[in-house]
């Protein structure tokens, strides 16, 4: 499998001596929708930083191990993080829209990175919207505040400024957290669109949506990759029993 995304014998422990991470093995491939899912404290978020490097704002850290994107190690010295985070983007799981326009929310990220052309930017607003599934939505009143918006609608939107900078990958974690039912549908619903242009790695809200939206699967238990497979392997025929009781709802 070419891959897009490597995780070599990667650990990482926290400043207070919690080991958040143990010897984590993964390989996503190209517009693949790769689930990390598992109980509190099984070290999915703590991945998902990992990966374009914003534990390095974390002080007091310890890392081992390697994370290859596109074949090149995130953490050598030559990584500009900027750029890094322009490509391997995230989405949180409580929305966060800037102050200002919906318009402005998603042409700060890129006048940030140097674009100033005002047709281009328009061209990126419009797709990223369409691709959020919100353009339709929100396309008369750009100029609205953001923070207007519905908590689904918000999430969308934090969903597109990230695709504005037309990223290889987007993380997201558990983007639907607090969306209602019908929010969470069309957020669904666009990763399944956007998978066919990129490659996503989700911590999920539930077993259920992890089950709904996985091209392949890694449960994590207390900073260790139990197992990994597709969705027929991880959520219909896991081969772990840990992985079972806890797709089953009988763990713990």
């Given at each position: 499998?070419?891959?897009?995304?490597?995780?070599?014998?990667?650990s990482?422990?926290?400043?207070?001596g919690?080991?958040?991470?143990?010897?984590?093995n993964?390989?996503?491939?190209?517009?693949?929708?790769?689930v990390?899912?598992?109980p509190?404290?099984?070290?999915?978020t703590t991945l998902?930083?990992?990966?374009?490097?914003?534990?390095?704002?974390l002080?007091?850290?310890?890392?081992?191990?390697e994370?290859?994107?596109?074949?090149?190690d995130?953490?050598?010295?030559?990584?500009?993080?900027?750029n890094?985070r322009?490509?391997?983007a995230?989405?949180?799981a409580?929305?966060t829209?800037?102050?200002g326009?919906i318009y402005?929310?998603l042409a700060?990220g890129l006048?940030?990175a140097g674009?100033?052309?005002r047709?281009?930017?328009d061209?990126?607003?419009?797709?990223s919207?369409r691709?959020?599934?919100?353009?339709d939505?929100?396309k008369?009143?750009?100029?609205d505040?953001?923070?207007a918006?519905?908590?689904?609608?918000?999430?969308?939107m934090?969903l597109a400024?990230?695709?504005?900078?037309?990223?290889?990958v987007i993380?997201?974690?558990n983007?639907?957290?607090?969306?209602?039912?019908?929010?969470?549908?069309?957020?669904e619903?666009?990763l399944f669109?956007?998978?066919?242009?990129?490659?996503?790695?989700m911590?999920?809200?539930?077993?259920q949506?992890?089950?709904r939206?996985?091209?392949r699967?890694?449960?994590?238990?207390?900073?260790?990759?139990v197992?990994i497979?597709?969705?027929?392997?991880?959520?219909?025929?896991?081969?772990?029993?840990?992985t079972?009781?806890?797709v089953?709802?009988?763990f713990g």
């Amino acid at each position: 499998m070419t891959a897009k995304i490597s995780i070599n014998d990667l650990s990482f422990t926290y400043a207070d001596g919690v080991q958040a991470l143990r010897n984590v093995n993964i390989t996503i491939a190209p517009n693949e929708l790769f689930v990390l899912f598992g109980p509190s404290r099984a070290g999915k978020t703590t991945l998902l930083r990992l990966l374009n490097r914003l534990a390095d704002l974390l002080d007091g850290t310890q890392r081992t191990g390697e994370i290859l994107f596109n074949g090149r190690d995130v953490f050598a010295t030559a990584v500009d993080v900027a750029n890094l985070r322009r490509r391997i983007a995230m989405v949180f799981a409580v929305p966060t829209p800037l102050p200002g326009s919906i318009y402005d929310n998603l042409a700060y990220g890129l006048q940030m990175a140097g674009i100033r052309d005002r047709r281009i930017i328009d061209e990126r607003v419009e797709r990223s919207l369409r691709q959020a599934a919100l353009w339709d939505e929100v396309k008369d009143r750009l100029q609205d505040s953001a923070f207007a918006l519905s908590g689904g609608q918000k999430q969308r939107m934090c969903l597109a400024r990230s695709l504005a900078l037309e990223p290889e990958v987007i993380l997201l974690d558990n983007p639907t957290s607090g969306l209602d039912p019908i929010s969470t549908a069309m957020v669904e619903e666009s990763l399944f669109e956007l998978r066919q242009q990129y490659t996503i790695i989700m911590v999920p809200h539930s077993v259920q949506q992890a089950s709904r939206v996985a091209d392949r699967a890694a449960f994590l238990l207390n900073g260790e990759v139990v197992e990994i497979g597709t969705q027929q392997q991880i959520f219909i025929q896991p081969r772990d029993k840990r992985t079972e009781d806890y797709v089953t709802g009988r763990f713990g």
